[in-house]
C-alpha cells in the first residue's frame, strides 16, 4: 500500500490522481491533500477519501472548510505553510506535485528534503530551478517519476538502462487550437478560443501554454533536468493526434514510442505505481480506428515561446526562472484580457532582455529572480 499526498487535489491533474486511487482502493491511500480555493469540492475529497491532514490557500477558505466539515477528524492549514506541511506529511510514501505555476516549487522541495518520492507533473518546478531540484532529489535518493504524458512516454520507452544508448528523445506537440490558424490573426485570439484544446482537457494555465505552445518550451526544459540531456538531445515534432506521446531514438537509429488513448489517468497511474504496473480501466487503444497518425515539423517563427525557451535552457542561471515569471503573468493577462494573444511572447521577449542572465547560487537567487519579474510587470500593467 503506497500512502500518497497531493498538492493540487482539486486541480485537473488531482481529481484524475484521486479517480485511478479510488480505483485501486489495495493499492493506494490518500493522507493528505492540498488545494487553492475550491472548497466545495475539496470537502466532498475529504469524505472521502478521509486524509489527516489538509491544507487550503486562505484562512477564509479554512474556515469555510471547517464549517462544511464538522465533526470529520481531519487538520486543516492553509497558506503556504499549509503546502509544506502537507509536503512533508510523515505518513506519505509519495507526493503527487499537481500545483499550477511557481506556488509548487517550495512544497515539492519540502516535499524531495522529507525524503517523498515526487510524481510531478507541476513542470515549473524543474524549469525554475531544475538543477536544485534534481540535486536535492539526488542527495536525498528521492525518485522524481513524471506525470506530464510527454515525460511519462519517455520514461517508458528509455526503461532500464536505455539512457546510455540514447541519440535523442523527440517529444510530440498537439500544436494546439491554433496550428492552422494564420499568425496575422492572433491579436484577435480570445481567451475562450485559446481554452479550447483540440485534444487534451486541462487546468487554464496549461491550456493557453498549449496554444502558444510555451507548454512545449516548458518541458523541453523539464526532460532536460528530468532524463539528464544536453538540449541537443531534444525534439519536438507536431503531432496532432495526440496518439503517440513521445519517442526516443537509440544510437543505431532504432525508434521506439509510447502509444496510448488520450486520457492523462494512463501516465498518473505509471507514476502512482512505478516500477510496478497495475490495470487500467480506460479501453484500449483501438488502432483500426485511427485514421492516420500524422507528423509535421514545428514552425518555431510562428510561435517564438519554444524558441525563447530553449535560449534560456541554453543560458541558464536565472533565465529560466524569468522565463517562466514572465510567462505566468502573460498568461494570467490574457485570461484577464489585458494583453493580447499575440503579446504573450512580446512580454517574455522583454522579460527575459531585461533581466539577462544571472548566476543561481542558491533557492534565494531564483526566488528573487522570480519576485523581480512579477513585480516589474504587474506594475507596468497595474498603471494601463
Ligand atoms: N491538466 C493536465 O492534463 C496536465 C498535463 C500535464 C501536466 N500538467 C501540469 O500539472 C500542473 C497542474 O495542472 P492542472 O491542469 O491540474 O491545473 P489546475 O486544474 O489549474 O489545478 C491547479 C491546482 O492547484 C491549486 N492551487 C492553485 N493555486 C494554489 C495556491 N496558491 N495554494 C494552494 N493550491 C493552489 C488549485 O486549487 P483550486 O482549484 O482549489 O483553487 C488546483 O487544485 C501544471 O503544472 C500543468 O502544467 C497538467
Redesign the pocket.
Known amino acids: 500500500m503506497k500512502r500518497v499526498s497531493i498538492?493540487?487535489?482539486?486541480?485537473?491533474?488531482?481529481v484524475?490522481t484521486l479517480d485511478v486511487i479510488e480505483r485501486h482502493p489495495d493499492g493506494f491511500q490518500v493522507v493528505a491533500l492540498?488545494?487553492?480555493?475550491?472548497v466545495d469540492?475539496?470537502a466532498e475529497q475529504v469524505l472521502r477519501f478521509r486524509p489527516h491532514l489538509v491544507?487550503?490557500?486562505t484562512e477564509e477558505a479554512a474556515k469555510e472548510l471547517q464549517r462544511r466539515l464538522p465533526r470529520v477528524p481531519v487538520n486543516i492549514l492553509w497558506g503556504e505553510e499549509g503546502?509544506v506541511q502537507v509536503a512533508r506529511t510523515e505518513e506519505a510514501d509519495l507526493v503527487v506535485s499537481?500545483?499550477?505555476?511557481s506556488?509548487?516549487l517550495l512544497p515539492t522541495l519540502a516535499a524531495i528534503r522529507a525524503g517523498k518520492d515526487i510524481a510531478l507533473?507541476?513542470?515549473?518546478v524543474l524549469v525554475m530551478a531544475g538543477e536544485l531540484v534534481t540535486a536535492e532529489a539526488r542527495k536525498m535518493g528521492v525518485k522524481i517519476l513524471p506525470?506530464?504524458?510527454e515525460h511519462s512516454a519517455i520514461f517508458q520507452c528509455l526503461g532500464h538502462g536505455g539512457r546510455q544508448y540514447l541519440k535523442k528523445i523527440i517529444l510530440t506537440a498537439s500544436g494546439g487550437p491554433f496550428r492552422t490558424r494564420p499568425k496575422a490573426s492572433f491579436a484577435s485570439v480570445t481567451p475562450e478560443e485559446a481554452l479550447n484544446h483540440p485534444t487534451?482537457?486541462?487546468?487554464?494555465?496549461?491550456t493557453i501554454?498549449s496554444a502558444t505552445l510555451m507548454?512545449k518550451g516548458?518541458e523541453v526544459i523539464e526532460a532536460r533536468w528530468l532524463f539528464d540531456l544536453s538540449l541537443k538531445e531534444i525534439d519536438i515534432i507536431i503531432h496532432p493526434q495526440s496518439i503517440i506521446h513521445s519517442l526516443v531514438e537509440y544510437m543505431d537509429g532504432s525508434i521506439l514510442a509510447q502509444l496510448s488513448v488520450t486520457d492523462?489517468r494512463l501516465p498518473i497511474l505509471y507514476a502512482l505505481s512505478y516500477p510496478k504496473r497495475l490495470e487500467s480501466p480506460l479501453p484500449s487503444l483501438d488502432l483500426t480506428t485511427l485514421a492516420a497518425l500524422t507528423f509535421e515539423p514545428l514552425d518555431m517563427e510562428k510561435f517564438p515561446c519554444i524558441g525563447y525557451a530553449y535560449e534560456a535552457a541554453e543560458a541558464g542561471g536565472t533565465l529560466p526562472t524569468v522565463l517562466n515569471a514572465a510567462n505566468e503573468v502573460a498568461v494570467h493577462l490574457f485570461l484577464e484580457r489585458r494583453l493580447g494573444f499575440d503579446e504573450i511572447p512580446l512580454l517574455i521577449r522583454k522579460a527575459m532582455d531585461e533581466h539577462g542572465r544571472r548566476p543561481v547560487r542558491s533557492l534565494e537567487d531564483v526566488l528573487e529572480a522570480d519576485r523581480e519579474v512579477r513585480q516589474r510587470f504587474t506594475m507596468e500593467y497595474s498603471k494601463q
Open positions: 498538492l493540487g487535489s482539486t486541480g485537473s491533474i488531482g484524475r492540498a488545494a487553492g480555493t475550491k469540492l475539496l491544507s487550503v490557500a503546502l499537481a500545483l499550477v505555476g506556488t509548487g507533473a507541476n513542470k515549473e506525470v506530464d504524458s487534451w482537457n486541462m487546468g487554464r494555465k496549461i501554454d507548454n516548458l492523462m
